[in-house]
Structure formats: structure tokens, C-alpha cells
Nanobody
Framework: QVQLVESGGGLVQAGGSLRLSCAPS????????MGWFRQAPGKEREFVATISWSGGPTYYADSVKGRFTIWRDNDKNTVVLQMNNLKPEDMAVYYC????????????????????WGQGTQVTVSS
């Protein structure tokens, strides 16, 4: 069992920045895949970004490319999502997710590919 603890959400004006962090409850392995998803009221949970612990490539949803950056802080055993130039449409509950395996193809975009989820952190963007 892996618990994921998120932090860093809050209220920001459009154009501002927020940094989200996700800390797994156990040491992560190189085969783990970590992802961020978000869910706005009345909408399905959608993929935001993903990274593996092995140093593999990162992937982003088209809607956040160039504005969001995901990276690993190995010293702190956390995954960070830096969100810049936030827009009102970015407002959602953001979830950290973990898959204890390498995700192939486009499976990293599917919530069902991830076995563990954080409790979610609210990001509110005022216009």
C-alpha cells in the first residue's frame, strides 16, 4: 500500500503560479510512474503530466504544455508540479497518482493505469 500526500494548492490570480508537491509514503523505485491529474466540477478526471522515477521522459497534456513542469526531487522523495501562467480553466482539484510499474504507450494518460491516489488539493484561479 502506498499513500500519497499532496500539498501546495490554493488561490491565485490568473497569470500567477503555484507549486504542488506529492510525497509517497514509501521509497519510490525506478519502475514507478507518477502522474498528476485534475478534476473540475462536473467534468471527468483528466491527465495533466507524468514522469517516471527512472529519469525517463515527461509528458504533458496539450492544455498545459509550456506552462506546467513536472520533476522529481530525489532527495526529498517527492514529485513536484510547477504551474505558471495559471488560467481560470486550470481551476480544479489536482490529484497525485502512482503506478508501481512503467506505463507504456499512452496508458499514462488514463486514470485506470494508476493504482494509488492522493486526497487531492484544490487550485482556484481568479480572473
Amino acid at each position: 500500500q502506498v499513500q500519497l500526500v499532496e500539498s501546495g494548492g490554493g488561490l491565485v490570480q490568473a497569470g500567477g503560479s503555484l507549486r504542488l508537491s506529492c510525497a509517497p509514503s514509501r521509497h519510490t523505485f525506478s519502475t514507478d510512474t507518477m502522474g498528476w491529474f485534475r478534476q473540475a466540477p462536473g467534468k471527468e478526471r483528466e491527465f495533466v503530466a507524468t514522469i517516471s522515477w527512472s529519469g525517463g521522459p515527461t509528458y504533458y497534456a496539450d492544455s498545459v504544455k509550456g506552462r506546467f513542469t513536472i520533476w522529481r526531487d530525489n532527495d526529498k522523495n517527492t514529485v513536484v508540479l510547477q504551474m505558471n501562467n495559471l488560467k481560470p480553466e486550470d481551476m480544479a482539484v489536482y490529484y497525485c497518482a502512482a503506478a508501481l510499474k512503467v506505463l507504456l504507450g499512452s496508458s499514462y494518460t488514463h486514470p485506470m493505469s494508476y493504482a494509488y491516489w492522493g486526497q487531492g488539493t484544490q487550485v482556484t484561479v481568479s480572473s
